[in-house]
C-alpha cells in the first residue's frame, strides 16, 4: 500500500488499549486514504458492513474479521486483539526457480488465509470467488515491493489463468461482469510485472488485456483507469503520441461523468505523453492543471472512487514533473522541486525517480552527483534483477558522451558491463 500509517499514534494505540478495534481499522483505512467501499469490496463486505464494524466499539469481535482487515490494511495484528499473527517472511534461493515458486505460493495462501475466511459462505458462489480472487492478487502486489517480479511472474499468470477458467464457467452475465473486473485487475499487475523485467512486448499484451476485461465487465471507471494506465506505460517507453491518444480515449469513455481524480490522474499522464513527444509547453501547461485539480483534491478530502484507492496529490503531481523533466533534459524542473519528499513507496519505484534527479543532474553539468545517484538506484535494479531500472541507468549513461570519463562515471561502467536482465 502507497500511504504510511503511524501505529504509534496516539488515538489508534488508545484504541487499541480500549478494545475498540473496529476504530483501529476505521483509523488505519483512513490513514491509507481508502474508502469503506474499497475496503469492503477488498473484504468480500458491503460498504455498510464496513461502517457497522468500524462503529462496533469495545464488543466482541470476529477474528476473521479482524484478521481480514489486519492483513489488507497491514495493521500490527496485535492492535486489533490478535497476538498470535505473524507477517508471512518469503525467503527465495536464487539458484532454484521451482523453490521460488513453491515458496511464493505459500507466502501467498499464508497472507490470503485470514482473509478468505472472511469471504461469505453463501449460496453467491461467484461473489465468493471474485472476492477470494481479489485478494489473492492483493496479496501478490504486496509482495512485489521486496520480491523480483522475475519470481511473482509465472505465479501471477498462473493466478490470472485460474480466474479465467472460473470466468469460463460463470452461469451469469452479473458474475461474469464481476469476475473480469477481478480478471482486469490481475492482467494489469502482471503488464506492471513484465515492464519491470523489461519486456515491453508482453507488457503491452498484458495491459491490453486489462483493458479489454475492463470492458467486459462494464464498468467505464475501470475502463478508463487501464486505458490510463496503458497510456501512462506506452508515455513512459517513449510512445508520446500513443499515449496521448490513449488518454483521450480514457477520457472519453467517461465522458462528462468524470471523477475529480480521474481528470487530475489523467492530466499528469497527459504530461507525460507531451514529455515523450518533446512538448515542453504542453507538458508543463496540463502539469500545472493537474496540480491545481490535485490541491483541489487535497482540500476536498473526500476519498477517491474504486479503482483509484489511494489520493492523487500535489507530491505526484511534483514527481511526474521530475519525470517528464528528466525526459525534457530540463534540470530546472528536475531540481525545483522538494525532491527528498518524493522519493517515497517501495525500493523499485525509488530507484526510478533517483534515475529521473540523476538525469536532471547531467542535464545541468553535475556529473559527479548524477552518477552517484544512478550508482545507488543500479544497485536496487541489480538487488531486485528489475530489467526497467537497469534499462533506465543504461539510458542516464548513454546520455553523457565524454572521452575521458571521471572516476564515478567508469565505476558505474563497470557495474553495468555483463550486466543481463
Not at 474499497?38 to 477474528?63: D, F, N, P, W
Not at 476473521?64 to 489488507?72: E, P
Not at 528536475?334 to 533517483?354: S, W
Request: positive net charge; aromatic residues 4%.
Amino acid at each position: 500500500m502507497g500511504d504510511v500509517v503511524d501505529f504509534q499514534a496516539g488515538p489508534i494505540r488508545d484504541a487499541s488499549r480500549a478494545g475498540d478495534y473496529g476504530r483501529v481499522i476505521e483509523l488505519a483505512r483512513k490513514g491509507r486514504q481508502m474508502t469503506q467501499a474499497a475496503l469492503g469490496q477488498a473484504l468480500g463486505m458491503s460498504q455498510s458492513a464496513v461502517s457497522r464494524l468500524e462503529k462496533h466499539g469495545s464488543a466482541s469481535y470476529s477474528t476473521d474479521v479482524l484478521a481480514a482487515a489486519a492483513a489488507h490494511l497491514q495493521i500490527p495484528p496485535a492492535l486489533v486483539g490478535l497476538a498470535d499473527g505473524r507477517t508471512a517472511q518469503v525467503q527465495v534461493r536464487d539458484d532454484d526457480p521451482m523453490h521460488r515458486r513453491t515458496v511464493l505460493g505459500g507466502a501467498v495462501a499464508a497472507m490470503a488465509a485470514p482473509i478468505l475466511a472472511t469471504v461469505p459462505d453463501t449460496h453467491d458462489t461467484a461473489g465468493g470467488q471474485a472476492a477470494a480472487l481479489r485478494l489473492t492478487t492483493s496479496a501478490y502486489r504486496r509482495l512485489d515491493g521486496t520480491t523480483p517480479s522475475r519470481d511473482l511472474a509465472d505465479a501471477v499468470a498462473g493466478h490470472i489463468r485460474l480466474i479465467q477458467t472460473i470466468t469460463h464457467t460463470a452461469n451469469k452475465d452479473a458474475d461474469r461482469a464481476r469476475l473480469a473486473a477481478v480478471g482486469s485487475e490481475a492482467a494489469s499487475f502482471a503488464g506492471w510485472l513484465a515492464w519491470d523485467k523489461g519486456d515491453h512486448g508482453s507488457a503491452r499484451s498484458w495491459y491490453g488485456g486489462a483493458v479489454k476485461a475492463a470492458r467486459t465487465s462494464a464498468n467505464p471507471l475501470l475502463t478508463a483507469y487501464q486505458i490510463g494506465t496503458l497510456a501512462q506505460f506506452e508515455a513512459h517507453t517513449g510512445n508520446g503520441v500513443q499515449a496521448l491518444n490513449l488518454a483521450r480515449r480514457a477520457r472519453r469513455v467517461l465522458s462528462d461523468k468524470r471523477p475529480a481524480v480521474a481528470d487530475a490522474w489523467l492530466l499528469s499522464v497527459e504530461a507525460l505523453g507531451h514529455a515523450a513527444a518533446g512538448d515542453r509547453r504542453s507538458a508543463d501547461q496540463v502539469l500545472t492543471a493537474s496540480r491545481t485539480a490535485a490541491q483541489a483534491l487535497t482540500a476536498d478530502q473526500e476519498p477517491p472512487p474504486w479503482p483509484w484507492v489511494f489520493s492523487f496529490t500535489p507530491d505526484k503531481v511534483a514527481a511526474c514533473r521530475v519525470t517528464c523533466g528528466a525526459r525534457l533534459g530540463l534540470p530546472e524542473w528536475v531540481l525545483a522541486e522538494d525532491v527528498e519528499a518524493l522519493t517515497t513507496g517501495h525500493a523499485k519505484q525509488r530507484a526510478l525517480l533517483v534515475l529521473d534527479i540523476a538525469a536532471g543532474h547531467l542535464a545541468g553539468g553535475r556529473v559527479e552527483a548524477a552518477f552517484a545517484l544512478a550508482s545507488h538506484a543500479l544497485e536496487v535494479g541489480l538487488q531486485y534483477r528489475s530489467g526497467r531500472i537497469v534499462e533506465r541507468a543504461r539510458t542516464v549513461r548513454r546520455s553523457l558522451t565524454t572521452t575521458s570519463p571521471p572516476k564515478v562515471v567508469r565505476d558505474f561502467d563497470e557495474r553495468l558491463h555483463g550486466v543481463y536482465l
